[in-house]
């Protein structure tokens, strides 16, 4: 059974930073694509980044290029969003994502989805 469990959202002021994590259980090994989305209510999901999990290699919306790292530790299973210089238009609920390598930023091509952890920048 495959799970997806994200953690380490929160409230920040605008400018400050969080990490969000997401544990991975039951995915099956080998280079998959890991992705991270966010979604406001009334709007549709976002891709914000994903990562591949045997190479490493990151992608990023341009909204978040420069801000946010994408990482992975693979010996704990677990992939990490760091979010610095947050801005309140960053307000949102944070999904991680795993699906086949190449999913990129298309939301259909994930399998498998996380609870969603909220994440919310004051000015």
């Known amino acids: 059974q495959v799970q997806l469990v994200e953690s380490g959202g929160g409230s920040v002021q605008a400018g400050g930073s969080l990490r969000l994590s997401c544990a991975v259980s039951?995915?099956?090994?080998?280079?998959?694509?890991m992705g991270w989305f966010r979604q406001t209510p009334g709007k549709e999901r976002e891709w914000v980044a994903s990562?591949?999990?045997?190479?490493?290699?990151?992608y990023y919306t341009s909204s978040v290029e420069g801000r946010f790292t994408a990482s992975r530790d693979n010996a704990k299973n677990t992939i990490y969003l760091q979010m610095n210089r947050l801005k309140p238009e960053d307000t949102a609920m944070y999904f991680c994502?795993?699906?086949?390598?190449?999913?990129?930023?298309?939301?259909?091509?994930?399998?498998?989805w996380g609870q969603g952890t909220q994440v919310t920048v004051s000015s």
């Open positions: 039951g995915y099956t090994d080998g280079d998959n694509d």
């Open positions: 990562i591949r999990t045997r190479e490493g290699a990151t």
């Open positions: 994502a795993a699906g086949p390598l190449g999913s990129g930023s298309t939301v259909a091509m994930y399998d498998y």
